[in-house]
């Protein structure tokens, strides 16, 4: 594994005056697959968002390291060209802006002047929608506008292979999708994990099946109250999360 | 047939005149009759339209030292129109058979502009009418469409030059299969005022329309929307729908939307809808998580939604110099 690319430290966050996150620290490192498990409301998706730096949730004590940097001192677009990436669980729609256009402006902003020329970009996007069974009529379609659920994952999936992020942060890319689709986004996954670190929130064994994490953590309340390997996830499927809280 | 300026003035009771008044839309006092230059028409033939009853109509048919006719046969076609001198004022009449499109783009530096159109529509035709006229100058534009027989009309409106507009569109589907998809989209900044009223009418059942006016005002701009939807007593079987949404980027923007209805009929459908809201802070940080600043996810999402009032155009060159005319206007924000 290498370097320490994501350091969660203490983290408390609040939305709204509620307490959300209540002391959670969390180390991933360069090739490393950290899944997080929990009941709905645990605050999985708070922590990817803030992360993230979604406007909406106030860190109000601790810190969250992204290369050494602190994330608040970057701002929300800073971190995507800093090498972050979020999968959303509900991804926006922005109607009138055709994904071809989102896509190669995207992929501009974040890789820059190392990024590829027109004709590379074609080139790769070609070869990562073929991967991801995706018709080239997609391109033509409004952002995430009138997609199906596995649609919207699978344009999710797509941008992270175009944008090849150094950490990935993935809120409940396996909801909505069917067995097949599972696996053609689990393989997109598997693929940058060699040279990023990754950060799965799922509520099921399934996805796990075809990703294998390195480290699994129970979220119960704010707080990681357990961390095992990837047989963990299988306790949690067979047994539920009640025998965590006694 | 009264001519101005023998047709009364309107009242400010009327829809019509209520948010931009004929006094403050005249180029001069409303009881002269200044005199106009013509509109430079990039093509056309020689042409007469009769004088109407409207007053708007009526003035600048009265002022207009010029009238041209297009005629279109399964042909696509680009048309440029330019003002200049003061006042300048012009006629168009559009007659469209088989499968054609036609752009018609105003420009200009003229303090006034007048524009009427007249088409006639046989057959499938789409039309993108692109407002680029300095942003000093004040563009008054009157339209009368109408719709035949299983004939299709796409009439695409994107408003993003001059500072005091106002268009009153009126669209007839007078036979049975007659079909209108209108979309307008309108772009606000510094004190540019937009003021659009849309009227459709179905003469006859078993004819489809819809309205999409997508308007985003930035600084202290303001847009006015203002539909009405007549179904004419007997014309079941009718489909109609309008949609009014705003898109408010500063607090001293403002936009109003006042879709109507007047049903006479029994069975038709018939919605309207109107919203106004500020950027959606979940699109800004879905874009920004794609490493899109402040400011780029903003101007992509204002653009998405200039260009979705067009989703119901399906001809690709209209769409295409809608697109083109609308990122050419948002560059030349940016750079100034």
Known sequence: MGGELLSVNDLHVSVEGKEIIKGLSLTIKTGEIHAIMGRNGSGKSTLANVIMGHPAFEVT????????????????????????????????????????????????????????????????????????????????????????????????????????????????????????????????INSITSTAGCLLITHYQRLLDHVKPDFVHVMIDGKIVKTGGADLAGHLEARGYDWLEA | MKNYPLIPLPSRSDSLWRYTSWKKIHPSEVEEMPKSNPIIYSRGEEFQIDDSNEIARSFIHSISPVCKKISLVNEGVNLDLESSGDISSGELFVESRGDSTITIRISGDSTWTGLRINGDVTGNLSVAVINEISENSNLLRCDNWKVNRNSSLELATLSVGGNLNKSDIRVELKSKGSDLRCGIASNGSRRRNDDHHIEIEHTVGYTTSSLVMHASCNDASRSIGTGMLKICEGADGSDAGQVFRNLLLSEKARAEAIPGLEVLADDVKAAHGAASAPVDKEQLFYLSSRGLSLQESSSLIVEGFLMDAFRHVKNPDVLLNLRDGLLNHLDNLITG
């Open chain 1, 61 to 188: 004590s601790g810190s969250v390291e992204f290369n050494g940097t602190p994330v608040e001192e970057l701002e929300v677009f800073e971190r995507a060209r800093a090498g972050m990436f979020m999968s959303f669980q509900y991804p926006s729609t922005i109607p009138g802006v055709q994904v071809g256009t989102f896509l190669r402006k995207s992929v501009s902003a974040v890789r820059g002047e190392d990024g590829p020329n027109a004709r590379e970009f074609r080139k790769e996007l070609k070869s990562h929608m073929k991967s991801l069974n995706m018709d080239k009529s997609f391109l033509s379609r409004y952002v995430n506008d009138g997609f199906s659920g596995g649609e919207k994952k699978r344009l999710e999936i797509l941008q992270m292979l175009l944008l090849n992020p150094t950490l990935a942060l993935l809120d409940e890319t396996d909801s909505g999708l069917d067995i097949d689709a599972l696996r053609v986004v689990a393989d997109g």
